[in-house]
């Protein structure tokens, strides 16, 4: 018996082996694990029964490429319940996790699709494989509200045979209201230095480094550091996007759109760029500028802005908020601190008008769309126009009147300190409201409902001023502003922002110029900016003979094109 | 033992214990650091300066972590295709290393070749995609185990053991009148214990550590996510307000998103999680490593 | 000590007129091997071999959604991109000088380690040290890579060091300097590997019969020699195979700490192929590029590889295949 054993095992492994590789397949529809997918059909136990026909249940599965939350039903939030009742809809939404262009071709390649996908950056992948369907006849019949919301934005997402792959992600609905906190680009600054130079207005790049200078100067046993820059891997646009904002632009990415001609110009070799990085190269060979900003990671940047020690620097105010929000916690434990927490400036070249506030947007290179797998696209398109109803816009913005919002008698929407309290990233999850906030066909955050009040709690006044401290209060007052955003200038009409938006190609020589251009701008800049200032201009000279070999007139004709087309269409 | 230490013996005890030592520091250095982020209050550690011991002790990093109901599924998955997938791969590639280490084997360089030259060819994700889709095997757990059946890394490591045992062991049991199996498992395999050990060892942490085949192949059945997976996604989640840059649309809500805690506090509550019970499994094997274990049994 | 050539010697099939016959025999006798490794060789061509038309792929202007009539075929365009950017040649230096750097620093240490911790005669101390220098390990490159950060910025403790020591006047940026790129790369790797890389030659020195040492402490020998002379000629082989497989891999540096630690005052020393194409492949959408990456560095493998086994065949030394 013990001589046979080996044979038999060896025998046993081929055969398991082999049934495995064959036999798998039976295995696996035989359904120990959801075929992922089909959409799993139940009939509901229509208990109303009036004179809608019962709603037969169904989940539809849903890939956001896009994704940073967790995996859910969204019929497991309180919002997604509600909206289920509504519709019988629910959705098992999948997030990405690695790398989006190896998801996106698995699915382009097995042409095996969830029935809702958000591609993301992808998107043209999933366009070329024809993996989306047109949408134009069902939401013609079942997307009244749709079209409600998105008005013109859906002709100005149609492609040349007139045909509708995917919806935007936010319709602008009623007048725009800013974001009263700054998300979008400035010059920050710590309050103290504004306090000790009596609140004076800075309008200018060089108000603004002599402030850092003076304050810097007035206080050498501090050990300072004047002026930092975020340059971490991709986020390495917060050093090369200051030109275009001192310039008077929003944040177009790598060009400067004119706003008569609409030709859009690359600005990262151009005057713009060089005086400010003369100005950071002065600030450097003065001491005041931080060496290690060029090789620190983004948590070693934002330690060194939460450490009190750093004066000033550009970035995006998205970019900072963990860092703020420490600074701000500080504060309000201990009003002393409030000193070391930062504030916007809209600084400009030469105090023209700021334009740093984001305009009206319209992203024409994302969306949400029906992939050709789906088994129910009715039902889908259905569920997205219910959404896009303004009651449960209200629903997914605000939440339930007397949960988590109050109406007070002028009809106005305001939450209460406990409900602000009681919103935590938590209740956001369970509630719902973190699902809800993007990533689906909603209204933009700066929309305005028809009652008047803000669609996003963020953004209305009466939530805004309860989330100012004093000392906020103070500063704000100094300026003769009631919020952050009035710090500056009201963004101007740009049909085509932000031109970043402008859909490329995969592989297209557009992409691979701005791939190059970050390539050869990260080589340069810090050459630039931390070597003596003797040199800079040789450095710039053989800057610009290695920018020249790109195809620069190549890239701006694209875009100024793609531009004028939009400015065309928004007509 | 040995009784008469010479003082140059002595010597390099003293070097050798004291380069250990650093060695030691330096190694512990990162786990320490790592462990003392995780239970370090995130917000906090956002200011960095973080070495050996929390400034502010939290387990609200463990609690956010742990919370994640999926995570103890995907522990079991883990667990699972740890065991299987190196009890399965430690087997089969030393009954092919037996085979190749056999001279007489018809075989023999057919199949080392064969083995070899996969090491360095890659077919690329896409056609690698559709097989494993052709072999119906997404969404499956089998697509953890079968891809690896056969490590090629291990298998030469365990046909160079088995060429540098004794000859005349494989001799006097061919002589007895082994057949090839007997010779394998009842010779081979045990005298080849602390190979096996190492090569159970890197294909348990390979396993014990993968996720991107569950990316690839078993995204959306969460029955079958695994720990490394499902706390990628946690990672994923901390980091939500930070990879919405589209637009300044997403920041009012991007900024009530900043709870409270960070992609850096979470990455190193992570390490912890999913590195513990792996690393405890070491002193297990370890034994194995010790010298002196087997050769007893030899008498060559 | 010999064990490697006698292994090479043993009864290799006579040659008889007959080929082919001989060969049916020898199946036959040798059937249980036949049984232990044909199914593996049938799933290696399914799981290993079947994927390789992928590389058509190289030729194509791929598009995942296309099917295969359909692709547009563009030759060599893809190697030609590869191999005529003006980055291409700098990019290959630096993957063969990490991994080079690599290999030699890998092998030393770890075979070092492995001999020091062998000679360490309190077992507790042994398994400690043992046990601890392989956590790094665990740690992934991303949190590894912020400790490499934090540990040389300026106000790391190198830079505090160095000064207060007095070996510098003012703090050095390292990660800034391109040339002092490939010794970081060297050392971090040396520092998360050492220990996990020690494991498999621990493993091989269980091997040696200790008798060898005992002879050797009678006729006088000291600890060095000892190591010298049977330790790590006992573990020989197992450094010959493992060092002809990592040679074949030259050119597979990673990408992780490269990418982690790279900035753009270092990326003339930091960018390799992996990086290269990370950029302008998989992050483009572009898996041909990706592909044909891949299969430059095939061929080189195995070209490498075969120079090193036979080199090694000719030294006598154990060969791979």
Redesign the interface.
């Given at each position: 018996m013990k001589r046979k054993t080996p044979v038999y095992v060896a025998a046993m492994l081929v055969l398991v082996l082999a049934l495995v590789i064959t036999g798998c397949s039976g295995n696996n529809s035989g359904g120990t694990t959801t075929n992922n997918n089909s959409s799993t059909t139940t009939p509901s136990n229509s208990e109303g029964g009036s004179d809608e026909k019962p709603l037969e249940k169904v989940t539809f599965t849903y890939f956001n490429g896009a994704g940073a939350a967790k995996d859910i039903n969204t019929n497991e939030t309180t919002i997604g319940k509600i909206l289920e009742d509504q519709t019988g809809v629910n959705f098992k939404i999948e997030n990405l996790v690695g790398d989006l262009n190896t998801k996106i071709g698995t699915m382009t390649a097995s042409r095996k699709y969830p029935d809702v996908l958000i591609p993301d950056a992808a998107i043209d992948e999933v366009l070329g494989a024809e993996g989306f369907i047109d949408l134009t006849d069902l939401i013609e019949e079942h997307g009244p509200n749709i079209k409600k919301a998105f008005g013109n934005d859906l002709e100005r997402l149609k492609t040349e045979d007139g045909k509708l792959y995917y919806l935007p992600m936010s319709a602008q609905v009623g007048e725009f209201i800013p974001d009263p906190n700054i998300g979008q680009g400035a010059f920050w600054v710590q309050r103290r230095v504004l306090k000790e130079a009596g609140y004076p207005e800075i309008k200018t790049i060089d108000q603004y480094f002599q402030l850092v200078r003076d304050y810097v100067k007035n206080h050498p046993e501090e050990d300072l550091t004047g002026f930092i820059a975020l340059t971490h891997d991709w986020r390495f646009f917060a050093t090369t996007n200051p030109p275009m904002h001192l310039a008077g632009y929003p944040n177009d990415g790598e060009v400067i759109v004119d706003m008569n001609t609409h030709e859009a110009k690359v600005y990262a070799a151009n005057e713009d760029t060089k005086r400010y990085l003369k100005l950071l190269n002065e600030l450097n060979a003065e001491g005041l500028f931080d060496k290690s900003s060029f090789i620190d990671n983004y948590d070693q940047y934002l330690a060194k802005l939460t450490s009190g020690k750093v004066v000033g620097f550009f970035d995006y105010g998205w970019q900072i908020g963990n860092a703020q929000n420490v600074l701000t916690d500080a504060a309000k434990a201990d009003p002393s601190q409030d000193d070391f927490v930062y504030f916007p400036l809209p600084v400009t070249f030469d105090g023209q008008k700021d334009q740093y506030l984001d305009p009206p947007s319209f992203v024409k290179n994302r969306g949400i769309g029906i992939t050709i797998s789906a088994k129910d696209p009715v039902r889908i398109v259905q569920y997205f126009d219910n959404l896009l109803k303004e009651e449960n816009q209200i629903l997914r913005g605000w939440g339930i009147e007397g949960e988590t919002f109050e109406i007070d008698e002028n009809g106005r929407y305001y939450r209460t300190a406990e409900q602000i309290a009681k919103i935590d990233e938590s209740f956001r999850e369970s509630f719902g409201f973190k699902y809800y906030d993007w990533n689906w066909p909603i209204y933009a955050t700066s929309s305005t409902l028809s009652n008047g009040n803000a669609a996003a709690p963020g953004v209305q006044p009466e939530v805004f001023q309860m989330s100012l401290t004093e000392a906020d209060k103070t500063i704000l007052n100094a300026y003769g502003a009631q919020t952050y955003a009035e710090m500056f200038a009201n963004p101007d009409e740009r049909p085509w922002f932000p031109a970043w938006g402008i859909p490329k190609e995969q592989g297209s020589p557009e992409q691979l110029y701005e791939t190059k251009k970050t390539e050869i701008t990260r080589k340069y800049f810090p050459k630039l900016v931390l070597e003596d200032p003797s040199k800079f201009e040789s450095n710039w000279e053989e800057y610009l003979s290695e920018f020249n070999k790109l195809d620069t007139a190549g890239y701006e004709a694209f875009v100024t094109a793609e531009v004028k087309k939009l400015v065309e269409e928004a007509k | 033992m040995r009784t008469n230490f010479s003082t140059s013996d002595k010597i390099f005890d003293y070097v050798n214990y004291a380069l250990l030592t650093l060695l030691m520091i330096v190694t512990l250095y990162p786990f320490l650091n790592t462990l003392a982020i995780s239970f370090n209050d995130a917000k906090d550690s956002i200011r960095g300066g973080i070495y050996l011991w929390p400034r502010e002790w939290s387990l609200d990093n463990y609690r956010y972590v742990l919370s994640e109901k999926s995570i103890y599924n995907a522990t079991v998955i883990s667990i699972l295709r740890t065991v299987i997938g190196t009890v399965v791969t430690v087997f089969c590639s030393a009954m092919v290393a037996y085979a190749i280490s056999r001279q007489d084997f018809v075989l023999r360089k057919f199949v080392t070749v064969a083995f070899i030259l996969t090491m360095y060819i890659n077919g690329g994700l896409i056609p690698n995609f559709l097989l494993i889709r052709d072999l119906n095997l997404l969404d499956s757990f089998w697509v953890y185990i079968l891809p690896g059946i056969i490590g090629v890394f291990n298998l030469i490591i365990i046909r160079s053991f088995i060429d540098g045992l004794p000859e005349s062991i494989l001799e006097s049991a061919r002589i007895d009148g082994a057949g090839d199996y007997r010779t394998f498992f009842s010779i081979v395999l045990p005298l080849c214990v602390p190979v096996l050990a190492t090569v159970a060892l890197f294909s348990g942490v390979f396993q014990w550590n993968s996720w991107f085949d569950v990316f690839l192949y078993n995204s959306s059945t969460i029955e079958l996510s695994t720990l490394q997976y499902e706390l990628q996604k946690i990672l994923q989640n901390s980091n939500a307000s930070m990879t919405q840059k589209t637009a300044g649309d997403a920041f009012a809500g991007a900024m009530q998103n900043q709870g409270q805690v960070t992609p850096t506090a979470v990455r190193a509550t992570m390490t912890i999680v999913a590195s513990v019970p792996i690393i405890m499994v070491y002193p297990f094997l370890q034994k194995y490593f010790v010298k002196g274990m087997m050769v007893g049994g030899v008498k060559g | 000590m010999e064990?490697?050539e006698?292994?090479?010697t043993?009864?290799?099939?006579k040659k008889s007129p007959n080929k082919f016959l001989q060969?049916l025999k020898?199946?036959g006798k040798?059937h249980?091997?036949?049984?232990?490794?044909i199914?593996?060789?049938?799933?290696?061509f399914?799981?290993?071999?079947?994927?390789?038309?992928?590389?058509t792929?190289a030729f194509q202007?791929?598009?995942?959604?296309?099917s295969f009539a359909e692709q547009e075929w563009v030759g060599f365009q893809h190697f030609a991109f590869l191999f005529e950017d003006e980055r291409f040649l700098r990019v290959l230096r630096n993957t063969l000088a990490m991994s080079g750097i690599n290999l030699v620093l890998g092998f030393v240490t770890a075979i070092a380690?492995a001999l020091?911790?062998?000679?360490?005669r309190v077992?507790v101390?042994?398994?400690?040290?043992?046990?601890?220098?392989?956590?790094?390990?665990?740690?992934?490159w991303?949190?590894?890579?912020?400790?490499v950060?934090?540990t040389l910025?300026?106000d790391g403790i190198i830079n505090e060091l160095l000064l207060r020591f007095g070996l510098i006047k003012e703090d050095i940026?390292f990660?800034?300097i391109g040339e002092y790129f490939w010794g970081i790369f060297g050392a971090a790797h040396v520092?998360k590997d050492?220990?996990w890389n020690t494991?498999?030659y621990?493993?091989?020195?269980?091997?040696?019969?200790?008798?060898q040492y005992e002879a050797a402490?009678i006729d006088g020998a000291?600890?060095?020699q000892r190591m010298w002379h049977i330790t790590l000629p006992g573990i020989k082989?197992?450094i010959v195979?493992?060092l002809i497989?990592n040679i074949?891999?030259l050119l597979e540096s990673g990408f992780e700490p490269q990418y982690?630690l790279g900035?753009?005052?270092n990326?003339?020393y930091s960018e390799n192929i992996d990086i290269f194409v990370l950029?302008?492949g998989?992050?483009?959408?572009?898996?041909s590029l990706?592909?044909a990456a891949?299969m430059f560095?095939?061929v080189v493998?195995?070209i490498l590889?075969f120079a090193a086994n036979n080199i090694a065949k000719r030294l006598g030394e154990?060969r791979?295949?």
């Amino acid at each position: 018996m013990k001589r046979k054993t080996p044979v038999y095992v060896a025998a046993m492994l081929v055969l398991v082996l082999a049934l495995v590789i064959t036999g798998c397949s039976g295995n696996n529809s035989g359904g120990t694990t959801t075929n992922n997918n089909s959409s799993t059909t139940t009939p509901s136990n229509s208990e109303g029964g009036s004179d809608e026909k019962p709603l037969e249940k169904v989940t539809f599965t849903y890939f956001n490429g896009a994704g940073a939350a967790k995996d859910i039903n969204t019929n497991e939030t309180t919002i997604g319940k509600i909206l289920e009742d509504q519709t019988g809809v629910n959705f098992k939404i999948e997030n990405l996790v690695g790398d989006l262009n190896t998801k996106i071709g698995t699915m382009t390649a097995s042409r095996k699709y969830p029935d809702v996908l958000i591609p993301d950056a992808a998107i043209d992948e999933v366009l070329g494989a024809e993996g989306f369907i047109d949408l134009t006849d069902l939401i013609e019949e079942h997307g009244p509200n749709i079209k409600k919301a998105f008005g013109n934005d859906l002709e100005r997402l149609k492609t040349e045979d007139g045909k509708l792959y995917y919806l935007p992600m936010s319709a602008q609905v009623g007048e725009f209201i800013p974001d009263p906190n700054i998300g979008q680009g400035a010059f920050w600054v710590q309050r103290r230095v504004l306090k000790e130079a009596g609140y004076p207005e800075i309008k200018t790049i060089d108000q603004y480094f002599q402030l850092v200078r003076d304050y810097v100067k007035n206080h050498p046993e501090e050990d300072l550091t004047g002026f930092i820059a975020l340059t971490h891997d991709w986020r390495f646009f917060a050093t090369t996007n200051p030109p275009m904002h001192l310039a008077g632009y929003p944040n177009d990415g790598e060009v400067i759109v004119d706003m008569n001609t609409h030709e859009a110009k690359v600005y990262a070799a151009n005057e713009d760029t060089k005086r400010y990085l003369k100005l950071l190269n002065e600030l450097n060979a003065e001491g005041l500028f931080d060496k290690s900003s060029f090789i620190d990671n983004y948590d070693q940047y934002l330690a060194k802005l939460t450490s009190g020690k750093v004066v000033g620097f550009f970035d995006y105010g998205w970019q900072i908020g963990n860092a703020q929000n420490v600074l701000t916690d500080a504060a309000k434990a201990d009003p002393s601190q409030d000193d070391f927490v930062y504030f916007p400036l809209p600084v400009t070249f030469d105090g023209q008008k700021d334009q740093y506030l984001d305009p009206p947007s319209f992203v024409k290179n994302r969306g949400i769309g029906i992939t050709i797998s789906a088994k129910d696209p009715v039902r889908i398109v259905q569920y997205f126009d219910n959404l896009l109803k303004e009651e449960n816009q209200i629903l997914r913005g605000w939440g339930i009147e007397g949960e988590t919002f109050e109406i007070d008698e002028n009809g106005r929407y305001y939450r209460t300190a406990e409900q602000i309290a009681k919103i935590d990233e938590s209740f956001r999850e369970s509630f719902g409201f973190k699902y809800y906030d993007w990533n689906w066909p909603i209204y933009a955050t700066s929309s305005t409902l028809s009652n008047g009040n803000a669609a996003a709690p963020g953004v209305q006044p009466e939530v805004f001023q309860m989330s100012l401290t004093e000392a906020d209060k103070t500063i704000l007052n100094a300026y003769g502003a009631q919020t952050y955003a009035e710090m500056f200038a009201n963004p101007d009409e740009r049909p085509w922002f932000p031109a970043w938006g402008i859909p490329k190609e995969q592989g297209s020589p557009e992409q691979l110029y701005e791939t190059k251009k970050t390539e050869i701008t990260r080589k340069y800049f810090p050459k630039l900016v931390l070597e003596d200032p003797s040199k800079f201009e040789s450095n710039w000279e053989e800057y610009l003979s290695e920018f020249n070999k790109l195809d620069t007139a190549g890239y701006e004709a694209f875009v100024t094109a793609e531009v004028k087309k939009l400015v065309e269409e928004a007509k | 033992m040995r009784t008469n230490f010479s003082t140059s013996d002595k010597i390099f005890d003293y070097v050798n214990y004291a380069l250990l030592t650093l060695l030691m520091i330096v190694t512990l250095y990162p786990f320490l650091n790592t462990l003392a982020i995780s239970f370090n209050d995130a917000k906090d550690s956002i200011r960095g300066g973080i070495y050996l011991w929390p400034r502010e002790w939290s387990l609200d990093n463990y609690r956010y972590v742990l919370s994640e109901k999926s995570i103890y599924n995907a522990t079991v998955i883990s667990i699972l295709r740890t065991v299987i997938g190196t009890v399965v791969t430690v087997f089969c590639s030393a009954m092919v290393a037996y085979a190749i280490s056999r001279q007489d084997f018809v075989l023999r360089k057919f199949v080392t070749v064969a083995f070899i030259l996969t090491m360095y060819i890659n077919g690329g994700l896409i056609p690698n995609f559709l097989l494993i889709r052709d072999l119906n095997l997404l969404d499956s757990f089998w697509v953890y185990i079968l891809p690896g059946i056969i490590g090629v890394f291990n298998l030469i490591i365990i046909r160079s053991f088995i060429d540098g045992l004794p000859e005349s062991i494989l001799e006097s049991a061919r002589i007895d009148g082994a057949g090839d199996y007997r010779t394998f498992f009842s010779i081979v395999l045990p005298l080849c214990v602390p190979v096996l050990a190492t090569v159970a060892l890197f294909s348990g942490v390979f396993q014990w550590n993968s996720w991107f085949d569950v990316f690839l192949y078993n995204s959306s059945t969460i029955e079958l996510s695994t720990l490394q997976y499902e706390l990628q996604k946690i990672l994923q989640n901390s980091n939500a307000s930070m990879t919405q840059k589209t637009a300044g649309d997403a920041f009012a809500g991007a900024m009530q998103n900043q709870g409270q805690v960070t992609p850096t506090a979470v990455r190193a509550t992570m390490t912890i999680v999913a590195s513990v019970p792996i690393i405890m499994v070491y002193p297990f094997l370890q034994k194995y490593f010790v010298k002196g274990m087997m050769v007893g049994g030899v008498k060559g | 000590m010999e064990k490697v050539e006698v292994a090479e010697t043993v009864h290799y099939p006579k040659k008889s007129p007959n080929k082919f016959l001989q060969f049916l025999k020898q199946c036959g006798k040798q059937h249980a091997l036949l049984v232990m490794t044909i199914p593996f060789l049938i799933w290696l061509f399914i799981f290993k071999y079947l994927p390789i038309w992928g590389w058509t792929i190289a030729f194509q202007n791929y598009r995942p959604s296309k099917s295969f009539a359909e692709q547009e075929w563009v030759g060599f365009q893809h190697f030609a991109f590869l191999f005529e950017d003006e980055r291409f040649l700098r990019v290959l230096r630096n993957t063969l000088a990490m991994s080079g750097i690599n290999l030699v620093l890998g092998f030393v240490t770890a075979i070092a380690l492995a001999l020091l911790l062998n000679e360490v005669r309190v077992v507790v101390f042994k398994r400690v040290v043992q046990t601890i220098s392989y956590l790094p390990h665990f740690i992934s490159w991303v949190v590894a890579a912020g400790i490499v950060q934090q540990t040389l910025s300026p106000d790391g403790i190198i830079n505090e060091l160095l000064l207060r020591f007095g070996l510098i006047k003012e703090d050095i940026l390292f990660l800034g300097i391109g040339e002092y790129f490939w010794g970081i790369f060297g050392a971090a790797h040396v520092w998360k590997d050492v220990g996990w890389n020690t494991i498999v030659y621990l493993a091989a020195m269980t091997m040696i019969d200790p008798a060898q040492y005992e002879a050797a402490e009678i006729d006088g020998a000291g600890r060095i020699q000892r190591m010298w002379h049977i330790t790590l000629p006992g573990i020989k082989s197992v450094i010959v195979v493992l060092l002809i497989m990592n040679i074949g891999y030259l050119l597979e540096s990673g990408f992780e700490p490269q990418y982690l630690l790279g900035n753009g005052m270092n990326v003339d020393y930091s960018e390799n192929i992996d990086i290269f194409v990370l950029k302008y492949g998989i992050a483009q959408g572009n898996f041909s590029l990706s592909i044909a990456a891949g299969m430059f560095k095939t061929v080189v493998s195995f070209i490498l590889l075969f120079a090193a086994n036979n080199i090694a065949k000719r030294l006598g030394e154990a060969r791979l295949y």
